[in-house]
């Protein structure tokens, strides 16, 4: 009888390989409910903000507010796989289902908390839910659902809510002379009122030294970042989608204590220049195909992403509309107020001159050009949702001009955000195996035309 010995247990790696310094930020993120919570039982004052692009975040912060972000939780309910109560409570209390899901979620978590539960947190709510808010900060920027959705929100709680307006306009009309002057202008009048209001309803003075403070860290996370991403471009990358979508609050909300998110940026930019420095992949199997993920992504599906790690897609960016572009220079500017106008502006018009020089009207379709190539995309992954149609509109524009001037096919995969009854991994999976050749294909036209992808 021979000594047989059982073979050791090989502990199977996840098809995508997280970044460590991921973790932290995330956990920033958690505590900024914990934080809030127990601001709440202590009486303080609570924020539920919306994304506003840091124009409303500084002032809040600068005045010592606990903020959460419904978008946020909204992604947190759909990752937990709790999202569905709720999606159905707004329906129950009238609300479209073709509506935005965060909204969705977010006005049937409202509905539970302040119609069934006697204002108490619904039990089921994840993370230990979201306090009950005592100002709501809705925003004008990109779609109208933005600022309805708060409006809603403001009548379950009886709470203020203050809307924050940002110019959105096409190439030719936001290029016009003299234009970003005036649009400074406005944006300076409209931060002195929300100060003001700020002030009166919370009885207190704004503290500008510290929004001076904070404005300086911000601008150095988004650098930091932006940093991060430019190392994506090299082969293999480095960072996969789902890492960005998993750390991305303490930039794209200013989510944490901003002091410490800044430091764990730093850690993920050294650790990503590490991976470069030693072609280490995301991905623990070859990068055989270097994707772009265009608009928001299936937060209820994310181990999906595993399955096309496991077929060698490597996920190279995503979702413009969550990244900080490089911030501008603002050395010169010195009322902090202005500063903000400017930081903030810089995300809606930092790539129309380029768009104007192509002679495309819509700005994100030359975003997703600019995406492509410096990334140098086989592909791109199209995610439309009937319920966000201000990330969708632009996606056929996308498909048409990637494929006419780079040669990129896309895949069009129709999905929600936060309702994962409409989407179809075995399907989608399907159809990714199909799309392998057709990126084969326009990899020899690419390089018949002599581009170098
Ligand atoms: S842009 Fe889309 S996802 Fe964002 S709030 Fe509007 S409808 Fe919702």
Redesign the pocket.
């Given at each position: 009888m021979s000594d047989s010995v059982a073979p050791a247990k090989t502990e199977q790696k996840r098809a995508i390989n997280r970044l460590k310094s991921m973790y932290p930020l995330r956990n920033l993120v958690a505590q900024d409910y914990i934080n809030t919570l127990q601001a709440s039982n202590e009486g303080k004052p609570t924020v539920w903000a919306?994304?506003n692009y840091w124009e409303g975040d500084l002032p809040l912060k600068a005045m010592g507010l606990n903020i959460v972000y419904p978008?946020n939780y909204s992604t947190l309910m759909a990752s937990s796989g709790t999202a569905e109560p709720f999606l159905d409570a707004s329906d129950s209390d009238g609300f479209p289902t073709h509506?935005?899901?965060?909204?969705r979620s977010t006005i049937g978590y409202s509905f539970r908390m302040m119609k069934q539960n006697d204002g108490k947190i619904p039990p089921e709510a994840p993370m230990g839910g979201m306090a009950k808010p005592t100002l709501l900060l809705g925003s004008g920027i990109?779609?109208?659902?933005?600022f309805k959705?708060f409006q809603a929100l403001s009548r379950y709680f009886d709470a203020p809510e203050w809307c924050l307006e940002m110019p959105m306009m096409g190439t030719f009309e936001g290029t016009e002379p003299d234009l970003e002057e005036y649009q400074v202008k406005f944006l300076v009048r409209e931060l002195r009122d929300f100060i003001a209001f700020l002030e009166k309803l919370l009885g207190k003075k704004m503290d500008w030294a510290k929004l001076e403070e904070l404005i300086e860290v911000g601008i150095k996370i988004h650098e930091t970042c932006w940093q991060i991403h430019e190392l994506r471009k090299v082969s293999p990358c480095p960072m996969h989608s789902t890492d960005f979508w998993s750390s991305m609050p303490p930039a794209l909300f200013f989510a944490g204590d901003m002091y410490e998110a800044l430091k764990c940026y730093q850690d993920m930019l050294t650790e990503v220049q590490e991976r470069v420095k030693n072609k280490v992949a995301a991905i623990n199997y070859p990068e055989k195909y270097r994707i772009v993920f265009a608009e928001?992504p299936p937060w209820h599906s994310l181990k999906f992403f595993d399955n096309l790690a496991e077929m060698g897609w490597n996920f190279v960016y995503e979702s413009y509309?969550y990244h900080n572009p490089r911030p501008p220079d603002l050395s010169k500017v010195s009322d902090p107020v202005e500063k903000l106008a400017r930081l903030s502006r810089n995300f809606v018009f930092n790539v129309h001159p380029y768009a104007k020089a192509d002679g495309i009207e819509n700005p994100i379709v030359e975003t997703y050009l600019r995406i492509a190539k410096g990334w140098k995309a086989d592909g791109l992954f199209l995610h439309p949702?009937i319920?966000?149609?201000?990330?969708s509109a632009g996606l056929r524009s996308v498909q048409d001009q990637l494929q006419k001037r780079l040669d990129v096919p896309t895949l069009w995969v129709e999905g929600d955000?936060i309702d994962k009854r409409v989407f179809n991994p075995q399907e989608t999976l399907a159809r990714a195996e199909a799309f392998e050749q057709t990126m084969e294909h326009y990899r020899k036209v690419r390089k018949s035309r002599g581009l170098d992808w």
């Open positions: 919306m994304l978008e509506m935005c899901g965060y909204g990109i779609c109208d659902a933005r959705w928001l509309g949702l319920s966000c149609r201000a990330a955000i």
